[in-house]
């Protein structure tokens, strides 16, 4: 086993961010560059990806894209056989469809969420896990959501899907204790990105803009990518298992101070 170092020393370390095309993916990407790590971008939306590494390398950073469906199991298996070494994993890429009550949601709808958060995560997570052991200094993370822990009306398709990703890092850091490989979850509230909220409403931007109607100030993609940055960044033996980010005007998935 190769001898662990202290985490907050990312030179030369590579961290791969799924769902890097935009939003908390992309402001992850780069931040964890601008700390010093190897970034691998990784999204379906190639040109994004391609972009964002552009910007970085020209920033002086080590980025690398790699176009990337986390459902599609064998494309996950080549991209891992591919990398080489792995030290950090953010598991990003996810998202929300529909806010139907259960009588009347779309199965359809339930099924892909799961498929993108859950089993995307799993897909990921199993393929990189080798080589983030390897490294002997390992670091998964899971971007879980506050809906991952409490229940909302409109929103049982999603918050299932997110309490599967909650669970999945929970359990995996229980089967893998001794290893060199810590488990991180963050779960974020109210993020105001650019698709997010219009993506889950099928691009209604007026929905979508009512989701943070009269919030003052929302949590953005800067502030999470932040803090997975900082919660990776910590020393080799600290490892911060749960850590919930919300905006100071919510109290709950259900308390939201609106100024109207």
């Known amino acids: ?32 560059a601008a700390a010093g790590f190897h970034v691998v971008l990784t999204a379906r939306r190639k040109d994004r ?23 599609d199991r064998a494309a996950v298996d080549a991209f ?23 009588a009347t949601g779309d199965p359809e709808d339930w099924r892909r969420m799961y498929e993108t958060n859950v089993l995307g995560t799993l897909h990921v997570t199993q393929a990189l896990l080798p080589a983030l052991t390897a490294s002997g200094d390992g670091t998964v993370v899971v971007l879980s959501s506050t809906a991952g822990h409490a229940t909302y009306e409109g929103g049982a398709g999603y918050v299932a899907a997110k309490h599967g ?15 060199p490989v810590r488990v991180i979850e963050v779960a974020p509230g109210m993020v105001r990105t650019d698709e997010f ?29 932040d803090t997975i940055t900082w919660a990776v960044t910590r020393p080799s033996h600290v490892n911060v298992d749960l850590l919930v980010l919300r905006p100071r005007a919510q109290a709950s998935n259900t308390k939201v101070h609106r100024e109207l």
């Open 1 to 32: 086993m190769t001898a662990a170092h202290d985490a907050s020393d990312s030179e030369a370390r590579t961290a791969v961010v799924t769902g890097a095309s935009s939003g908390i993916g992309a402001a992850t990407g780069r931040r964890l």
């Open 49 to 71: 990806i391609e972009a964002l590494a552009d910007e970085l390398a020209a920033a002086g950073h080590r980025a690398t894209a790699h176009a990337l469906d986390v459902t």
């Open 80 to 102: 891992a056989r591919g990398l080489g070494s792995c030290d950090v994993l953010v598991n990003n890429a996810g998202g929300a469809l529909g806010a139907d009550p259960v």
């Open 165 to 179: 990703q909650h669970v999945l890092a929970e359990t995996l850091r229980l089967e893998i204790v001794g290893t």
């Open 197 to 225: 909220a219009t993506t889950r409403f099928r691009g209604d931007t007026a929905k979508a803009a009512k989701v943070y109607e009269g919030v003052a100030q929302p949590l953005t993609a800067e502030d999470v990518a």
